[in-house]
């Protein structure tokens, strides 16, 4: 190697001597100060020595680690710091053969315990014929501890992972692919960890449902966690199970997993499923016992009205046969037994919670003022009733009957608390609720307060109970406190007691606050004649009941055609239908419904007024939403009851037939909107059917038939829409697409002309010109792409020529036979 400066081989010119790093004018340390720095500023243990465990010099590192001052370490040399064990001998042996060693080794410091430290030692050459050594040591417990924590904490997960009884698996985000599954995962879908890993959950379908993993992942990327989503799995062999998952996000080498856990919850499910089964049949027992107490209290109360209207009726055949005239007294008698037989099944309907309500907006001061009257000869005179209604009080929604009863029912349950006499007081409030058990809003509330006897805690735990009841046996049936409480839980009010023993009951009923304007309180009902001379199309499947309407209707001027079922009202011919002028139906009919009858009979003649009479409220017995142009009338009603209903929906759709607004168009089929297609064309009259509907809702002015007409044409034309899309992909149609976009134009037109009638629903020529642009798009429709379709699905084979046999019958198209001719 050339010395520095020679430049012979280069012919460039001498460097020069090379500068020293120090700074300038700086002496130069020398070597031994160097090393010496080093030895002493060195965050490691240094300790030096000879082959024979003398120790030489120890460093101030090496004297902390040690807790010893260098003089004890040299004194105690190496058999008093190392711990003579295996790894001593280990280390010593392997510098005599190899010159260096590294690895662990025990020292023992100056208190007496010791500690595990990495060592570096070696031999010192040229140090003589005995060479000295160094050892470079490192405590290293902490380090150690924490390694061996970690893997005791990957022992414990290896464990738990392994043998939790949930399935436990991690998998990729991105593809579903399977990282690591644990035994429970296996158990629960028969898959192996050997089968699945590597694969993605996709490939293996293990979910029976693939939008719940797009849940899954949508809610991890929401939230970074999901907590109970229940899902279906499907196992390895073809069967599903239920399961309940939890998931977190974590990122393993710079990827998203998903770390998830999931119960198989099919054992669960049947557990519940018996337990329900079980706790049905405990209730059934309960409402048995129930019902026969009931049974007991109802039969008591109709034995007494029976008698009375039994004693009468032979009363009114004595006179009969007397040839004397009836007895006023006994015919009042009679009547007011069957009202308050009225009263009691109404009032068993409403404990039940199945009496039909038809809530308005109503302001409770005139409901209240509406009682008083009836409530002082109630109450009679020692008890004294005093009255408070606010000014201005909120407006709330709530069957007026039926607050009436509640009304009636806590006066008389407060009157029968003060047999002496006292007061009951009736108070109107608006109040807005923050915070406690009932919701936060505003509530109109009704106070009724008493001067009575009060309750003790035990009996207002039970208040509310059916057949639980304070008073004497024989003086109340206990159903009087149930029946408010159903009827305030129908009206979504809140009801609560307040009472103590000699101070008193108050109850305080509270109804949300309706934003609307209250009705005006009814005014007295119209005397006169309630007849007329228009179609009523009678169903009513009970012969008796049937035979004595039709007689009151007729009896009234009306023309009546009665109906056993909603089967033999739908076989009368078109003319009859045309020329009725209201339907009265039964509301539960074996068979077809009252519903039923009437949404079919309205497909015929949308128009059509119709009075539901029902006695029962089920489910199946609601007559659903009320309008102007749908009545509810609940049985038992006399006939000035069913001739009132009937002449004010009549009244009501002559009156909007008067409206100025242009007659609609005739939305009818046409021959030349056919296009062999049978399933295409069906729904092409019926949307047809459905438009002049519109039209004649909009003519009528009632938007909420019009609102219904509307939902269904939407709801159709999508539904129509679809079906023609099949149709042309099952053809092959090359213009689907562009078939397509005329589809989503009609979509955005439609929602842009409904949102200018919604601005102003005032308007009916909205409706109108709505009905017409809908009529007019759907013609064009027909008669420009959907007749293109069907040229091209003739010249396929798969339609017949017009004129030709074989047209299609099912909406399927399908090859046509050749022409035989």
Known sequence: MDAPGDSSDT????????????????????????????????????????????????????????????????????????????????????????????????????????????????????????????????????RLQAEQAIRESEERFRVAFQTSPDSVNLNRVGDGGYVSVNEGFTRLTGWTAEEVVGRTSAEIGIWADAADRDRLVAAL????????????????DGTSAPGLMSARLV????????????????????AEEERKRLQAGLDQSARMSAIGQLAGGVAHDFNNLLTVVLSCVESLRIDSEAGRAADKEDVDEIRGAAERARDLTRQLLTFARRQFIQPEVLDLNDVV????????????????????????????????????????????????????????????????????????????????????????????????????????????????????????????????????????????????????????????????????????????????????????????????????????ALELGAEAIEQTCILVTDLVMPGLDGRSTADALRLRH?????????????EDGRPGKLNAMTGFLSKPFTPGDLLTRIRGLLDGVTERGQSSVPGASSAAWRPELATGIREVDMQHRELLVQIAALERAALAGDLLQADDALAYLERYAAEHFATEERLMRDLGYPQLEAHRSLHVAFASQLGRRRMAYAEDRSQATLLLDLARWMEGWLGDHVLGADAEMARF?????????????GVDVDGVLRPVEPDPT
Not at 124 to 132: F, H, M, N, T, Y
Not at 221 to 236: C, I, M, P, S, Y
Not at 793 to 804: K, N, T
Request: net charge neutral.
């Open 606 to 618: 949308p128009s059509l007024p119709v009075l539901f009479v029902s006695g029962y409220a089920e």
């Open 369 to 568: 003022r509406g009682s008083e009257k009836l409530l002082r000869r109630v109450l009679g005179e020692v008890v004294e009733l005093r009255v408070a209604l606010a000014p201005q009080l909120w407006p709330a929604r709530f069957d007026r009957g039926q607050m009436e009863q509640v009304i009636m029912n806590l006066a008389v349950n407060a009157r029968d608390a003060m047999p002496a006499g006292g007061t009951l007081a009736l108070e109107t409030t608006n109040l807005a609720v923050h915070g406690g058990p009932v919701p936060d809003g505003a509530y109109v509330a009704l106070r009724v307060r008493d001067t009575g006897t009060g309750l003790s805690p035990e009996a207002r735990a039970h208040l509310f109970e059916p057949f639980f009841t304070t008073k004497a046996k024989g003086k109340g049936t206990g159903l009087g406190l149930a029946t408010v409480y159903g009827i305030v839980k129908q009206n979504q009010g809140e009801i609560h007691v307040e009472s103590e023993p000699g101070r008193g009951t108050a109850f305080e009923i509270l109804l949300p606050r309706s934003l609307e304007a209250a009705a005006s309180a009814p005014g007295p009902v119209p005397v006169g004649p309630m007849g007329g001379s228009e179609t009523v199309l009678l169903v009513e499947d009970e012969p008796r009941l049937r035979d004595l309407l039709a007689r009151s209707l007729r009896g009234a001027g009306y023309r009546v055609i009665a109906a056993g079922s909603g089967g033999e």
């Open 251 to 270: 990122r393993l080498n710079g990827e998203e997993h998903i770390l998830s856990i999931t119960r198989d919850i099919g054992d669960w499910r049947r």
């Open 11 to 142: 012919g460039a010119p001498p460097l020069g001597p090379i500068e020293p790093l120090a700074p300038p004018n700086r002496t130069p340390v020398p070597p031994s100060d160097l090393l010496e720095s080093l030895f002493a500023h060195s965050i490691d243990g240094v300790l030096l020595g000879r082959r024979d465990g003398a120790i030489l010099r120890a460093n101030p590192a090496a004297c902390r680690a040690l807790r010893l001052a260098e003089e004890e370490i040299l004194a105690r040399g190496r058999a008093g710091l190392a711990v003579a064990d295996d790894d001593l001998a280990s280390r010593l042996r392997e510098r005599i053969e190899a010159g260096a060693t590294t690895g662990l080794l025990s020292f023992r410091r100056g208190d007496g315990t010791t500690f595990v430290a990495e060592i570096t030692s070696g031999l010192i050459p040229g140090s003589g014929p005995d060479p000295c050594s160094y050892t470079i040591f490192r405590d290293v417990t902490d």
């Open 793 to 805: 699905a003739r010249s396929r084979g798969r339609l017949p020529v017009p004129g030709r046999a």
């Open 221 to 236: 990327r929401r939230d970074g966690f999901v907590e109970n989503l229940e899902a279906r799995f499907r196992r390895k």
